[in-house]
């Protein structure tokens, strides 16, 4: 999420996809987008609906600034929020930035049976969310539970109406 930045441009971005690809997942979509809470969670939206894509990580717009919407974006889409996610997050950042980890606002959920990560913009946070946290929650072989076990009940309710 920027106003300020390209594809070319995005470390963060780019940091990301390094790693899922190198995991074995398949990028399915990338694009910059305004930092306009509207935009966002009207993006968020439409990826959530497409059945082709399972996870949505985006990277930027979680601090304490005006210009930082991405987090109220996010949850203006989640039916349920993963709050241990934010938490788990703080605690690694902790170990690498001291102190500073308070100013990040990480968060993650589930909307529509799809994950949603948002992540600060910085290139080193990517690495330590995806390092230390998302490369095994998004492994099936990791024990004792992942994520991906349990992506067929995610949509238990909407199966049952």
């Known amino acids: 999420m920027s106003d300020s930045r390209s594809l070319a441009e995005d470390r963060s971005g780019q940091t990301l996809v390094d790693r899922l690809t190198a995991a074995g997942h398949i990028l399915a979509a990338r694009e ?19 059945p ?4 949505i990580i985006s990277t930027g717009g979680t601090g304490l600034t005006g210009r930082d919407v991405t987090v109220e974006a996010h949850r203006d889409v989640y039916e349920k929020e993963i709050e241990a996610f934010g938490s788990v997050f703080t605690i690694v950042s902790m170990r690498k930035i001291g102190t500073s980890a308070v100013q990040s606002r990480a968060t993650g959920g589930v909307a529509q049976g799809t994950y949603l990560f948002a992540l600060p913009g910085s290139p080193g946070a990517c690495k330590d969310a995806w390092d230390e946290i998302l490369v095994h929650q998004l492994d099936y072989r990791h024990m004792p539970c992942n994520f991906v076990e349990i992506f067929p009940r995610l949509t238990e309710k909407m199966r049952r109406k």
């Open 32 to 50: 910059i987008i305004h930092d306009e809470r509207d935009q966002i969670a009207a993006r968020l939206r439409e990826w959530c609906a497409d």
């Open 52 to 55: 082709e894509i399972d996870v």
